[in-house]
């Protein structure tokens, strides 16, 4: 029987997860709607699964059922999905997304291999993985695989006590499991999280044994009894008990306490869910999985719920098609119209709108239909997915034909004699794919530009280890290297992180894990040439008093002689340098083919590269190893901008304030020297 408070419930989660996901610096906890979604689980599976004996009929039927509520819509949302990225978002969202659907429809994205580019609240900020939301769906899934063995067991607990003693162990087992692990297990594991989906099924059973106390009538039976027994015959006496019986209330449970106890757990657990602040994540967790578990045990007897609001149990009703569709839509804004408050409102508003009408046709349709029709649909929309899938290249090249037509770019590598149409193309081009141009080619695993990867050995002909780290800067720069340095190395190894610099910690929370990647990582190779490829945007901080006494100095120093002792010969740093950031690369070559006059005023000029170049200067005398290369004399040089030729018109800066090939061939040659004359 559907219970009306179960879908407010679900209402509230979704609702959770939008704000979090919308505005996650206002509502840092709504992830916690997530943990619910699993404790209501547990309690539906246990409705399910406790009032029927465990056979290959029920589990069949369990299994076919949930095949049929959960995948049609789920494998439309990713065909959809697929479909879209080619269209709406750069090529570089290709590989990514078409790797995570993949792990999607089977089901193992929680379990996908994660580094710390990729775990879950990074995928969040970063959000280029439009299907980043189906990892709790994949989790709950793999329950349902384990849920049949568990109620296997728990059939043969004959009293409650064996029941309650059960549940313990396991939920025990499990939650001690989610607490020892590392962040990144303890969050998508499912055996982490075994024990919100057990503290539902405890609450089904909690909530059954409430439901026999207050309706029990064996004193009033009694009672009766011993009044009629003189006045009426046996047989009057059984029918009449049986009508007293039937018109008599059967609430022998006060309803206070119930009551008290669900309004203070749910604003309780309103309050945690949108609270403004961060709350650590294991402790909020807990609370709220309880929290959900009281709600829904109280909301067994009590008839005014305000789970029961109609507007939040009709959100429930669409809450699974809104879970599948609004994450899509945020992706699409905050890469198109980031920080546009207006924007972010309105596709929340068009998520909620189309999940109504995905909800109130297609959903409501398939749910009707045989077993025959369910399981074709299923298996077309599997292939269908494959197929996109597999072959992505072709279908991505033929999509960038008809968005940007079928002329090719034929630039001499040098960029000599490059016309103003050239220029205007070459730009645009960069524009659209920078983050594409940021994967090595030649540096296996290259899938995307972050993380671990080893450059081809075939090419290289010296004896030495040579190692490339830092933040974006090193993808960007690092076939530079390669270009310049594999006359020198035997091995040649690149690790990055997004954003995150190498010498400082800019912010601890963010980057302090990609900090200890860093050194790591290095140190576990013991390299004979470190490159330190980072834009320091910590070291550009104002200096307020002398070098000695600067704490980000020193800060920079204790972690550059920690690197210093791990690098056999040779460290090169990056030299900091400040892009201009009002001009964006597509909006200058917009500007250009408008016919407008550009000059390098329009660029705003930022100083703030000296504080780091100070720094960077003193880092260098104070390392004996250590040598800067100062590409500001190419791109950037005093009060002066230059942001982009003045004959080519061609644009130094990406959009993402990477350098384009263009300035790379222009600093190729102070690379080139560092070879030249490195002994």
Known sequence: ????????????????????????????????????????????????????????????????????????????????????????????????????????????????????????????????????????????????????????????????????????????????????????????NVFCRVWQFLIGSAVFFLSRELIDLDTKVNKYTELLLEEKSEELSDEENENNDDEELIMKPRQNLSRAPFYILLW?????????????????????????????????????????????????????????????????????????YENQLAAYLLAIVIAVILAIIISETFEKWYLTIGKQEIMFMILIFYVSIVLIVVRKDIISNFVEKVKYGHEEIKVHTTFENVTLKQAIALNKKWAREEYKDLIIPNCYPNKAEHGFCEFDK?????????????????????????????????????????????????????????????????????????????????????????????DIFKEALATLRKYENNVKKKIYLLESYTPPTNLKLSTFAKILEDGKNVTQSLYKVDFSYLNGLRRQEELVKKCSKCELIRISDVLFNGNRTRSYDEKTKLGYYYDGLHITPFAQNLILPLFQNASDHFQ
Not at 110 to 130: C, G, P, R, T, V
Not at 292 to 310: E, F, Q, Y
Not at 530 to 538: E, G, I, V
């Open 1 to 188: 029987m559907k219970r009306d408070d179960l879908q407010g419930i679900r209402g509230l989660a979704i609702g959770a997860v939008l704000a979090f996901h919308f505005f996650p610096k206002t509502f840092p906890n709504g992830y916690i709607g997530v943990d619910m979604f699993f404790v209501l689980s547990g309690f539906l599976m246990t409705m399910i699964f406790g009032s029927k004996p465990i056979n290959s009929d029920s589990v069949y039927q369990f299994y076919f059922r949930r095949a049929k509520r959960i995948l049609p819509l789920y494998l439309l949302i990713i065909f959809v999905g697929c479909i879209l990225v080619f269209f709406l978002f750069p090529n570089t969202f290709v590989s990514m997304n078409m790797d995570s659907a993949w792990n999607s429809i089977f089901l193992y994205h929680n379990m996908a291999e994660h580094s710390d580019n990729n775990m879950y609240f990074k995928m969040l900020n970063q959000a280029e993985d439009i299907f980043t939301h189906t990892w709790s769906l994949c989790v709950e899934m793999q329950f349902y695989l384990l849920a049949p063995i568990i109620f296997i067991f728990l059939s043969f607990c004959s009293t409650g006590m064996f029941l309650a003693v059960f549940h313990l162990i396991l939920i025990s087992i499990s939650l001690g499991n989610h607490l020892l692990s590392t962040e990144q297990a303890a969050f998508n």
């Open 264 to 336: 203070s757990s749910l604003m309780f657990l309103v309050f945690l869910s949108f609270a403004p602040w961060t709350i650590p994540e294991a402790a909020l967790r807990m609370t709220c999985t309880f929290l959900s578990g009281v709600v829904i045990l109280t909301g067994t007897l009590c008839d005014i719920n305000p789970m029961k609001n109609r507007v939040l149990v009709y959100t429930g009703d669409i809450s699974y098609s809104l879970y599948l569709v609004h994450w899509p839509i945020y992706v699409y804004v905050k890469h198109y």
């Open 458 to 550: 075939s090419n290289l002909t010296g004896d030495l280890t040579v190692f490339l780290v830092g933040n974006s800067l090193t993808p960007n720069l690092g076939s530079l290297v390669f270009k310049t340095f594999k006359n020198h190395a035997k091995v040649m190894y690149k690790y990055s992180n997004s954003y995150c610099e190498i010498l400082t910690v800019a912010n601890e929370k963010k980057c302090r894990k990609a900090h200890d990647t860093y050194e790591e990582e290095v140190f576990k190779k013991l390299p004979d040439i470190l490159f330190m490829l980072d834009r320091p945007d910590k070291l550009r901080r104002p200096l307020t008093e002398p070098l000695e006494k600067d």
